[in-house]
Nanobody
Framework: VQVVEFGGGLVQPGGSLRLSCAAS????????MSWYRQAPGKEREFVARISVSGSSTTYGDFVKGRFTISRDNAKNTLYLQMNSLKPEDTAVYYCYVPTLNSWGQGTQVTVSL
């Protein structure tokens, strides 16, 4: 089981980023998927979750309509579109397979002028 995140970087406040998570070693299309994040000195926190088909999504309270989780089961890839980014969104973002308790290595997102 392997999940690898891509797409992090430095962005100005108000900007956008799209994170990707490439999955391999398991049948991606039958597992719910999630994004988490961890800021320096803070606990890891839930960002978003998506159902197997993609028809159902759940977000952390702080998202407030700014992020969209999606998936492409044909490409074994999970996405997180992040808009209206704020400095407090700075964190390492992780892809997570809940049922398999499998984490990626994370990708750094920094929101700063």
């Amino acid at each position: 089981v392997q999940v690898v995140e891509f797409g992090g970087g430095l962005v100005q406040p108000g900007g956008s980023l799209r994170l990707s998570c490439a999955a391999s070693g398991f049948t991606f299309s039958v597992y719910r998927m999630s994004w988490y994040r961890q800021a320096p000195g803070k606990e890891r926190e839930f960002v978003a979750r998506i159902s197997v088909s993609g028809s159902s999504t759940t977000y952390g309270d702080f998202v407030k309509g700014r992020f969209t989780i999606s998936r492409d089961n044909a490409k074994n890839t999970l996405y997180l579109q992040m808009n209206s980014l704020k400095p407090e969104d700075t964190a390492v973002y992780y892809c997570y397979v809940p049922t398999l308790n499998s984490w990626g290595q994370g990708t750094q997102v920094t929101v700063s002028l």
